[in-house]
């Protein structure tokens, strides 16, 4: 029988880490993934598990010996957020064409600057080209599904990828809320020990890894990165299978929410998911076809399959937490009209900021949004492309 | 476990496919297979008159590239020298001379 808790999406992934047991973790604090290394720290100090904790003085640091441990052989863990992941970056780049199936727990926080603690997606965004698997979770209880799945897939031969489990900032990351707990043993069979093929301490057969790579070899490389990428995307849903034998709750790249009929559609990410889906049911009891997607795996990008998802809409909102500076869409916009191009898709579509920084989001904000839409539709409000959602004007 | 890695068939032609993932290579001594001589732009040349097989330089190349055979010392392997000269410096003999060019 699953265990009945209620924490916040940092306990749930600490909880999920402790069940895991890896051989090492990398860390140092950052508002508001610190609780994360923190509550490990503490289950180590307990003997609950036998995790060996490199205190590190930075994320270059944190994320150098990750890798670090993760090429010796073990099953190596970090966690961070926002300006901590930024200090990665170089090695981020690394841990992937190296192939390192290292996991990290990310709580999004907007980047600095100006300075601010509060949730958005601007750090994992600004590394959605590092060549990193992404998965982002609405709730606790999927930043803690999500977790336990990654290791599955990250490590499986078809893919060695390093992987972020993303969780919004103080949103989800700090909110207590009910969570459906696996039992240990559950758990620890579903992730099973890490054996890697090939590995620095192993005697048997020396190698190097992250040889020099010029000219004649680099898109040799990204190629083969790429095709892994790819990959994972049969790899994310057959874990996902698998995973809802042990746990009742089934995962797919994406949710889709009342999408049977809908004709209007906010396509989002992460925990502002719930208050779309709270506008969905106010404006269903209406009579109006609003359905929702919240995209849960952002690399591989599920492009084809959001556009067929997409196929009957006949006005979609895209939402960023990110901004890209390009003077046009955010991240996912971007890439998802360009697959929605790619399909033919004759939909109305616009791509709004918001949350960004942490500001509000409200049910108000998101009805609001699928009233636009169908105005843009029916031509009875001049059509807005891009804008920032709960702006002071 | 992989098999160690042939890296005389990993080259500029090889396809994506041939490649191991994140490039890593299995089996130990791959240098000594993958000639980077030509890299020089200067080559030590030995006067064999002058050396008197003190054997100094053979520990101070930083490419290995003094081979020891019996107690002395052969000529240099230019696959693998990269022209850098501290051999010359170091010959307390002047045995030791770096021309121009590979
Ligand atoms: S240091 Fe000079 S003299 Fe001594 S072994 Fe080398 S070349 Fe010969
Ligand atoms: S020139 Fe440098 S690399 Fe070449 S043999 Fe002398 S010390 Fe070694």
């Known amino acids: 029988m699953s265990i009945r808790e209620r924490m916040s999406g940092n306990e749930a992934v600490a909880y999920a880490i402790r069940q895991v047991n890896p051989d090492v973790m990398a860390a140092f604090p950052i508002t508001p993934s610190t609780e994360i290394p923190q509550m490990v720290s503490t289950f180590i100090a307990n003997g609950d598990i036998d995790t060996e904790f490199i205190p590190v003085e930075s994320e270059h640091s944190s994320m150098s010996a990750t890798m670090g441990a993760c090429a010796a052989g073990a099953r190596a863990i970090t966690a961070t957020s926002s300006c901590g992941l930024a200090f990665m970056w170089e090695v981020l780049y690394v841990a992937a064409s190296d192939r390192l199936p290292v996991v990290m727990a990310v709580v999004n926080r907007a980047l600095t600057g100006p300075i601010n603690i509060n949730c958005d997606h601007s750090d994992s965004m600004g590394a959605r080209d590092s060549g990193w698997l992404q998965i982002y979770a609405e709730t606790n209880q999927e930043a803690y599904d999500n977790y336990i799945q990654s290791f599955r897939i990250a490590e499986h031969p078809d893919v060695k990828l390093p992987m972020m489990v993303c969780q919004d900032g103080f949103i989800t990351s700090h909110a207590v809320m009910n969570i459906e707990l696996i039992e240990d043993e559950k758990v620890k069979s579903f992730v099973g020990s890490y054996e890697p093929e090939n590995y620095l301490l192993n005697p048997e057969m020396p190698m190097a890894i992250g040889p020099y790579a010029n000219s004649p070899f680099y898109m040799e490389t990204k190629m083969n990165q790429r095709i892994a990428m790819k990959n994972a995307k049969k790899v994310i849903l057959d874990v996902a299978k698998e995973f809802e034998k042990i746990s009742g709750r089934s995962y797919g790249l994406f949710e889709e929410y009342h999408m049977e009929d809908a004709e209007y559609v906010i396509v989002i990410m992460g925990s502002a998911a719930g208050t779309t889906k709270d506008a969905v049911d106010e404006l269903r009891a209406k009579g109006v076809k609003a359905g929702m997607i919240k995209v849960r795996v952002f690399r591989p990008f599920p492009g084809e399959e959001l556009a067929a998802a997409l196929k009957d809409a006949k006005a979609i909102a895209i939402m960023d937490r990110a901004e890209s500076f390009s003077g046009m869409g955010g991240p996912l916009g971007s890439e998802l009209k360009a697959a929605l191009m790619d399909a033919g898709c004759k939909a109305t579509v616009v791509n709004n900021f918001y949350g960004i920084g942490g500001r509000d989001y409200t049910v108000e904000d998101a009805e609001a949004i699928y009233n636009d839409l169908m105005e843009f539709e029916a031509g009875t409000k001049p059509f807005k492309q891009f804008r920032y959602i709960g702006l002071r004007k | ?102």
């Open chain 2, 1 to 102: 476990m992989s098999k160690a890695t042939d890296v005389t068939k990993i080259n500029e032609k090889s396809p994506y496919y041939d490649i191991t993932p994140g490039n890593q290579i299995y089996g130990g001594g791959g240098a000594r297979k993958f000639t980077t001589g030509e890299w020089r732009t200067e080559t030590p040349v030995v006067d064999w008159d002058k050396c008197t097989q003190c054997l100094l330089c053979t520990p101070c190349c930083p490419d290995s590239s003094i081979p020891v055979k019996d107690g002395k010392r052969e000529d240099f392997d230019y696959d693998h020298c990269k022209g850098c000269g501290i051999c010359a410096k170091v010959c307390p003999f002047k045995a030791i001379t770096m021309k121009e060019g590979i």
